[in-house]
């Protein structure tokens, strides 16, 4: 859905192209008339480049189908190389790859029981190591936050809360980048002495989604969630590449759970009850009466005097009279147990969930090698887990979801093209020769990759899918011509050489300029683009090596078949 615009202005687009074509240049030229074809010197050089590289193609072609099964084993070869690429891994993964915010957060988070001016001074002290290794002229501003920490997907709210917002200036010549800032201060800064768990969180363009390891651990017990949790993280900390591991689980605060002892209140000569009222009575105390003021209504409540303690455990030390005379502590007709309290119970699919996420370096892993890793490593572990289970999703949903609809997608694409065609030539196999050059296109996008060094994304996909539907045009105008040659009674070598004679410079500007308008993009001359420059790129190295290959190739396979065919 976020790719949308991409397939949707490139429609609209060459639809009202076609009204160029078809009514306002015929009117264009035929206003210039004898103007249009000039005898100037621009123009004499014009044809004499223009006969210089039919006459060079056209050697070419005839020395390639002099030998044509030697030349078309060594496309087909170039085409297994390129499977083998990306198969053996040479090509890097990175299917999610947006333009990066120049923004960042610095996440300080406390333990449940930190009062928020410790959060505070926490944070604080955080914050100046990150002043420190910051350059001059790269930020803008530097602001810090406790009691509050915004996530990518909520805010959360808690004195144990603390965040740093870093703001950089636009980026320039000679200013590093946001992922070279975070990895020079992350040690320094992840060091800071004090009781906060420290990570980093970056922004990005494109639509949200979740980061690289995103699994939901489950399980119905607290105490077998929490380590199950636990060990995942360990996995997950192992992971080359993992860096910034954390889980959504928020501890709550210390509590004390007390427990009528009823041997206790009998000894004492009370009732179990009374004795759960007295607590109540020391707390909250308890509404004994309502009362009107001024029509409003209010309850009349009972409690003992409100004082300040450091330990909740001092409420137990109150005395207690008994009904036989004498008095007891509060705390000998109760059992107390320290514990801790859950912040927040998460569920996810009716189980209770803790949701373990970390980012990947992309030079050192992938999300499928890191998830598939990920998986390997919990099989080892679950029969110590027997009641919990992971849920994968975040990114790795995203591109199994993607990568589902591609195909189909894919499949769409190519038979609508061959319906096209097979109604235009009039022939249901030679649409097939025209589309010979999707595997030579996706070789041309493999090769590419590979020495440009970027990596094959998603959007490097949808680009391979966008280059399907122009790379087919080269191989159109060939086999038009040559039928149209054929037709009138030549051989069929003597048609597909004319055809290929003729038509090699429209190709070649068709070509280039498609290149020359993506080229900017492609190879961020004028500033890099992660999200928009794999589609651009695809477009550019595939249209490049498929052009040339289809110059050749189409041309040897319509000889070899037609003449076949005619015989």
Same mark, same amino acid.
């Given at each position: 859905?976020?790719?949308?615009?991409?397939?949707?202005?490139?429609?609209?687009?060459?639809?009202?192209?076609?009204?160029?074509?078809?009514?306002?240049?015929?009117?264009?030229?035929?206003?210039?008339?004898?103007?249009?074809?000039?005898?100037?010197?621009?123009?004499?050089?014009?044809?004499?480049?223009?006969?210089?590289?039919?006459?060079?193609?056209?050697?070419?072609?005839?020395?390639?189908?002099?030998?044509?099964?030697?030349?078309?084993?060594?496309?087909?070869?170039?085409?297994?190389?390129?499977?083998?690429?990306?198969?053996?891994?040479?090509?890097?993964?990175?299917?999610?790859?947006?333009?990066?915010?120049?923004?960042?957060?610095?996440?300080?988070?406390?333990?449940?029981?930190?009062?928020?001016?410790?959060?505070?001074?926490?944070?604080?002290?955080?914050?100046?190591?990150?002043?420190?290794?910051?350059?001059?002229?790269?930020?803008?501003?530097?602001?810090?936050?406790?009691?509050?920490?915004?996530?990518?997907?909520?805010?959360?709210?808690?004195?144990?809360?603390?965040?740093?917002?870093?703001?950089?200036?636009?980026?320039?010549?000679?200013?590093?980048?946001?992922?070279?800032?975070?990895?020079?201060?992350?040690?320094?800064?992840?060091?800071?002495?004090?009781?906060?768990?420290?990570?980093?969180?970056?922004?990005?363009?494109?639509?949200?989604?979740?980061?690289?390891?995103?699994?939901?651990?489950?399980?119905?017990?607290?105490?077998?969630?929490?380590?199950?949790?636990?060990?995942?993280?360990?996995?997950?900390?192992?992971?080359?590449?993992?860096?910034?591991?954390?889980?959504?689980?928020?501890?709550?605060?210390?509590?004390?759970?007390?427990?009528?002892?009823?041997?206790?209140?009998?000894?004492?000569?009370?009732?179990?009850?009374?004795?759960?009222?007295?607590?109540?009575?020391?707390?909250?105390?308890?509404?004994?009466?309502?009362?009107?003021?001024?029509?409003?209504?209010?309850?009349?409540?009972?409690?003992?005097?409100?004082?300040?303690?450091?330990?909740?455990?001092?409420?137990?030390?109150?005395?207690?009279?008994?009904?036989?005379?004498?008095?007891?502590?509060?705390? +000998? #007709?109760?059992?107390?147990?320290?514990?801790?309290?859950?912040? &927040? !119970?998460?569920?996810? /699919?009716? =189980? @209770? %969930?803790?949701?373990?996420?970390?980012?990947?370096?992309?030079?050192?892993?992938?999300?499928?090698?890191?998830?598939?890793?990920?998986?390997?490593?919990?099989?080892?572990?679950?029969?110590?887990?027997?009641?919990?289970?992971?849920?994968?999703?975040?990114?790795?949903?995203?591109?199994?979801?993607?990568?589902?609809?591609?195909?189909?997608?894919?499949?769409?694409?190519?038979?609508?093209?061959?319906?096209?065609?097979?109604?235009?030539?009039?022939?249901?196999?030679?649409?097939?020769?025209?589309?010979?050059?999707?595997?030579?296109?996706?070789?041309?996008?493999?090769?590419?990759?590979?020495?440009?060094?970027?990596?094959?994304?998603?959007?490097?996909?949808?680009?391979?899918? +966008? #280059?399907?539907?122009?790379?087919?045009?080269?191989?159109?105008? &060939? !086999?038009?011509?040559? /039928?149209? =040659? @054929? %037709?009138?009674?030549?051989?069929?070598?003597?048609?597909?050489?004319?055809?290929?004679?003729?038509?090699?410079?429209?190709?070649?500007?068709?070509?280039?300029?498609?290149?020359?308008?993506?080229?900017?993009?492609?190879?961020?001359?004028?500033?890099?683009?992660?999200?928009?420059?794999?589609?651009?790129?695809?477009?550019?190295?595939?249209?490049?090596?498929?052009?040339?290959?289809?110059?050749?190739?189409?041309?040897?396979?319509?000889?070899?078949?037609?003449?076949?065919?005619?015989?």
């Amino acid at each position: 859905k976020f790719m949308f615009v991409i397939p949707f202005v490139v429609t609209v687009g060459l639809a009202v192209s076609l009204i160029e074509a078809f009514w306002m240049l015929p009117a264009h030229v035929s206003a210039l008339g004898r103007r249009a074809i000039s005898h100037s010197k621009t123009q004499k050089l014009r044809e004499r480049w223009t006969r210089w590289v039919r006459l060079k193609y056209t050697r070419m072609l005839v020395r390639v189908m002099r030998y044509p099964v030697r030349y078309l084993g060594l496309a087909l070869a170039l085409f297994i190389g390129a499977g083998a690429a990306v198969g053996a891994g040479w090509v890097k993964f990175q299917f999610f790859a947006f333009d990066p915010i120049r923004l960042y957060y610095v996440n300080v988070n406390m333990p449940a029981d930190a009062p928020l001016k410790e959060t505070l001074r926490q944070t604080q002290a955080v914050e100046a190591r990150v002043r420190s290794e910051l350059r001059m002229g790269e930020a803008r501003s530097v602001i810090s936050l406790a009691g509050v920490q915004f996530t990518e997907t909520e805010v959360l709210y808690g004195d144990q809360y603390g965040q740093i917002a870093v703001s950089l200036n636009p980026a320039k010549p000679g200013m590093r980048e946001l992922d070279a800032i975070i990895e020079d201060m992350r040690e320094t800064v992840t060091s800071t002495p004090g009781r906060a768990t420290i990570s980093f969180l970056k922004l990005s363009g494109g639509p949200p989604t979740a980061k690289p390891i995103n699994v939901k651990v489950r399980a119905d017990d607290r105490q077998e969630l929490r380590t199950a949790a636990d060990a995942v993280k360990t996995i997950v900390s192992r992971i080359p590449g993992a860096r910034d591991v954390v889980d959504n689980d928020i501890t709550g605060r210390a509590e004390l759970s007390l427990k009528v002892d009823v041997n206790a209140a009998r000894n004492a000569g009370l009732d179990p009850g009374l004795v759960a009222q007295l607590v109540r009575l020391h707390l909250d105390g308890e509404v004994v009466a309502d009362l009107r003021d001024q029509g409003e209504k209010v309850e009349l409540r009972v409690r003992a005097a409100p004082r300040t303690v450091v330990r909740v455990e001092e409420l137990l030390d109150d005395p207690i009279a008994l009904p036989g005379g004498g008095t007891t502590n509060l705390g +000998a #007709l109760l059992i107390a147990e320290e514990g801790e309290s859950l912040g &927040l !119970i998460r569920h996810w /699919n009716l =189980r @209770r %969930a803790i949701t373990v996420e970390a980012d990947l370096d992309p030079e050192l892993n992938n999300t499928l090698s890191a998830n598939n890793e990920l998986r390997a490593e919990w099989e080892k572990i679950r029969a110590r887990y027997p009641n919990a289970d992971l849920d994968f999703s975040g990114e790795l949903d995203d591109i199994n979801e993607s990568l589902d609809a591609m195909g189909p997608l894919f499949l769409l694409g190519v038979g609508l093209i061959y319906l096209i065609l097979a109604a235009q030539f009039r022939s249901y196999f030679q649409p097939f020769l025209i589309l010979v050059t999707v595997p030579l296109a996706f070789t041309g996008v493999t090769l590419g990759l590979l020495v440009s060094g970027n990596p094959m994304s998603l959007y490097t996909l949808y680009g391979v899918i +966008a #280059l399907t539907g122009i790379a087919v045009n080269a191989a159109i105008v &060939l !086999i038009d011509a040559a /039928n149209a =040659r @054929r %037709a009138s009674g030549m051989r069929t070598l003597h048609a597909t050489l004319y055809a290929a004679r003729r038509r090699v410079i429209a190709i070649l500007m068709t070509t280039g300029t498609t290149i020359a308008g993506l080229f900017s993009l492609a190879f961020g001359l004028a500033g890099k683009s992660l999200l928009w420059g794999p589609v651009a790129a695809s477009i550019v190295w595939g249209l490049a090596f498929s052009t040339v290959l289809t110059l050749f190739v189409v041309p040897v396979l319509y000889r070899f078949f037609m003449r076949q065919r005619r015989r």
